[in-house]
């Protein structure tokens, strides 16, 4: 599922960085000298969005010498991606290829981490995140989860039921929104509805009137392990989900709850990956 960026975000990238070309390669005159670029990882990096950086760089005028895949583990140290061209291409792509490489990398390696502790803890639970990654980088981020082992909560407000206190509200409270349930499974036959809990007694209730997926929202690992256990008797068939402040300190203590499914958004935000560039000319 790791998916290719269009073409249109390549140049937008591109056109955000330099829209009249590069002022300083052009001043010194270095424009027509031939050379290489090579980035590799600094740190252990799961490595994310380097065939959108190769298309960058021959976007502007370098040919791409060699490209690992997005997903890659790496090692310290490692080269991962080079291109050669005249001066001019190399610096153009130079900063916009590694702006990508290290946000991208850096969500995909945190992503990995989580997956790895919670798969440890747990082999059978399933990382999956939401959708708060910061605007306009949506396709990115969800290239960087994918490529760090973690799936999407939902992609968007079109293709999931997912109900919240937010909309009950205006149904008269939760009791009776749950009476509706039959109804919506008959609207929406190839969709899964999911309902979230903000406590144990909230979820009894929404596990016992036939829902497929029930979230429980900001709750202690020892407390929703307890909370399971009762749902497993009252409703063994419905799944639940866990959310709100999974991160990778305490992921390996939610995953053996019992929970299907661990919701974060923690990965989006962080340290960008540390990728070093070289560039040298070429005789």
Not at 54 to 81: H, I, N, Q, W
Not at 208 to 220: E, P, R, S, T, Y
Request: glycine fraction near 8%; hydrophobic fraction near 45%.
């Amino acid at each position: 599922m790791i998916h290719r960026l269009p073409d249109g975000d390549i140049e937008r990238f591109i056109d955000e960085d330099a829209p009249y070309g590069d002022l300083t390669t052009f001043l010194v005159g270095i424009g027509h000298e031939l050379g290489e670029i090579v980035f590799a990882t600094q740190d252990e990096t799961t490595i994310c969005c380097t065939e959108e950086a190769a298309r960058v760089l021959e976007k502007c005028g370098a040919a791409v010498t060699a490209c690992s895949p997005s997903g890659t583990g790496l090692f310290p140290d490692t080269d991962f991606l080079s291109a050669e061209g005249p001066a001019q291409a190399l610096h153009a792509g130079w900063k916009v290829a590694l702006n990508i490489l290290e946000y991208a990398s850096g969500i995909a390696t945190r992503t990995r981490r989580i997956v790895n502790k919670a798969k440890e803890a747990n082999p059978n639970v399933v990382v999956v995140t939401t959708r708060k990654s910061f605007p306009g980088t949506k396709k990115m981020a969800i290239k960087a989860v994918t490529a760090g082992g973690a799936f999407l909560h939902r992609l968007g407000l079109s293709e999931t039921i997912l109900i919240f206190k937010q909309h009950t509200v205006f149904l008269g409270g939760l009791d009776a929104f749950l009476k509706t349930i039959g109804q919506l499974s008959v609207q929406a036959p190839e969709k899964r509805i999911i309902v979230e809990a903000e406590n144990a007694e909230d979820a009894l209730r929404i596990v016992q009137a036939g829902v497929d997926i029930v979230q429980i929202d900001k709750m202690l690992p020892q407390e929703l392990s307890a909370l399971i256990r009762k749902i497993r008797h009252f409703a063994p068939k419905v799944k639940v989900s866990a959310a709100g402040g999974i991160n990778e300190g305490n992921a390996a203590e939610y995953a053996p709850t019992g929970a299907d499914i661990l919701v974060l958004s923690s990965v989006y935000f962080g340290k960008p990956a540390d990728i070093g560039v070289r560039m040298l000319p070429k005789k």
